[in-house]
């Protein structure tokens, strides 16, 4: 008899464990995300201070930055809500890993990486196991992307924030996506990690 409850509470033991394995996925929700839609065909995607933009043009999608695997998972998910059109190109921001993980999410949809070649340049001389090395380069201080009917403008200042940090503009939708040099409530996180005043 004491031997049956001793297997009784074995098998307990093993149901409570299973049972916590098979709910654990839930506990591990993510942030709440939302797309905001900034003007047709430009979307905000995001939540709390990451927030990444994509476009939808005729000819398939443009994604700027995937943050990480679980955010560009998510950002991807966002899109194929809206359009079943290829990813076509996903363009970096700049350097720091924060803003450029998971761009295999986007590669595996058939993505071209882009960056500026000053991005590239350091990311070949600094490689990290989640960060996909950029496809394709623009050089210079301004590269116009064209895609369908739609134009962005990859802008470069100079040496800010970073390596080859890229301001976005759509001129047609009269909006620009630029990160880490704007920051809501702060200006330059307050600290200016890996900024470049001297080169203002
Ligand atoms: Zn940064």
Request: proline share 6%; charged share 20%.
């Given at each position: ?29 993510r ?12 979307y905000?995607?995001g ?12 000819d ?81 201080s ?59």
């Amino acid at each position: 008899m004491s031997g049956n409850n001793l297997l009784g509470r074995l098998l307990m033991a093993v149901a409570i464990t299973l049972g916590l394995g098979a709910f654990s996925p839930a506990a591990k929700a993510r942030p709440a995300y939302e797309t905001t839609k900034v003007a047709p065909g430009l979307y905000s995607f995001g939540g709390g201070l990451a927030f990444n933009a994509f476009m939808i043009t005729d000819d398939g999608v443009v994604v700027m930055d995937s943050f990480d695997k679980d955010f560009a998972e998510a950002s991807l998910e966002a899109i194929r809500k809206l359009t079943d059109k290829p990813i076509r190109y996903l363009v970096y921001s700049h350097n720091h890993y924060d803003h450029i993980s998971g761009g295999e999410v986007f590669k595996a949809e058939g993505a071209t990486i882009l960056s500026h070649d000053a991005t590239a340049n350091w990311l070949k001389n600094h490689p990290s196991p989640d960060v996909v090395v950029p496809d394709k380069t623009w050089s210079g201080s301004k590269s116009e992307l064209r895609l369908g009917n739609s134009l962005i403008n990859l802008v470069y200042f100079g040496a800010n924030h970073g390596e080859g940090m890229t301001v976005f503009q759509f001129p047609n939708e009269h909006a620009i996506y630029t990160v880490d040099l704007v920051v809501p409530h702060r200006v330059a996180f307050a600290y200016m990690p890996d900024f470049s005043p001297r080169e203002w």
